[in-house]
């Protein structure tokens, strides 16, 4: 158990439709990223929070967004899905800006 | 230049032997190299990961030997057992590109050890 938790754990849905994954990050870890991983993109980074604020974005897509809250939750927003969402979606946490991370259980996502 | 390759896509290995995955870069800015692995439906698990300054580093049967000029690095499992089956995942982050951690990470290895 990395102490990353993610929920939900499954979540199926329709295209068009808008979720809400939510992350907790290992306790007194101030950076959350998101990663999305799918059979034929493998693991992308997304995004990264850094105690509250954005930090670096990667390939996440203008329907996507995402925040930090101020007890350093997070939660990605995914809006106007369409089948090629469907994939894991990994939240992970580090102490700092960079160094190693620990990622948690995953969220599977599934539109059809 | 971002990306991280990684070798080979599959593994087979009897128990016992030595499994070995490898990656390479091309970006120089990388300074922190790790490997994850992952079961199916569970997340990656940090494994052991190694920086520029050191060209080895051994954690119980893990080892990741590192060639900065070849710009490749390897993850050594020895003594491989059936719970090692997983995915391997090699990654790559630059703390100096605006001091973020975001990782790139290889295509995965899937890594059989027959008993």
């Known amino acids: 158990d990395s102490g990353v938790t993610q929920t939900p754990k499954h979540l199926i849905t329709a295209t068009g439709q808008r979720v809400t994954l939510r992350c907790s990050p290992r306790?007194?870890?101030?950076?959350v990223y998101w990663y999305q991983q799918s059979l034929d993109q493998g693991l992308q980074f997304l995004i990264q929070?850094?105690?509250?604020?954005?930090?670096a974005k990667g390939n996440i897509l203008e329907r996507f967004s995402a925040q930090q809250f101020p007890d350093l939750h997070s939660e990605l927003n995914l809006s106007s899905l369409e089948l090629g969402d469907s994939a894991l979606y990994f939240c992970a946490s580090s102490v700092g800006t960079v160094g190693e991370q620990y990622f948690g259980p995953g969220t599977r996502l599934t539109v059809t | 230049q971002q990306q991280v390759k990684q070798s080979p896509q599959s593994l087979i290995v009897q128990k016992g032997g030595i499994s070995i995955i490898n990656c390479a870069y091309e970006n120089t800015a990388f300074d922190y190299f790790p490997w994850y692995q992952q079961f199916p439906g569970k997340g990656p698990a940090l494994l052991i990961a190694i920086r520029p300054d050191v060209s080895e580093k051994k954690e119980g049967r893990f080892t990741i030997s590192f060639n900065k000029s070849a710009k490749q690095f390897s993850l050594h499992i020895m003594d491989s057992q059936p719970g090692d089956s997983a995915t391997y995942f090699c990654a790559a982050s630059s703390a100096g590109s605006g001091n973020t951690g975001k990782l790139i990470f290889g295509q995965g290895t899937t890594l059989q050890v027959k008993p």
């Open positions: 306790s007194g870890d101030l950076s």
């Open positions: 929070y850094y105690n509250g604020e954005e930090r």
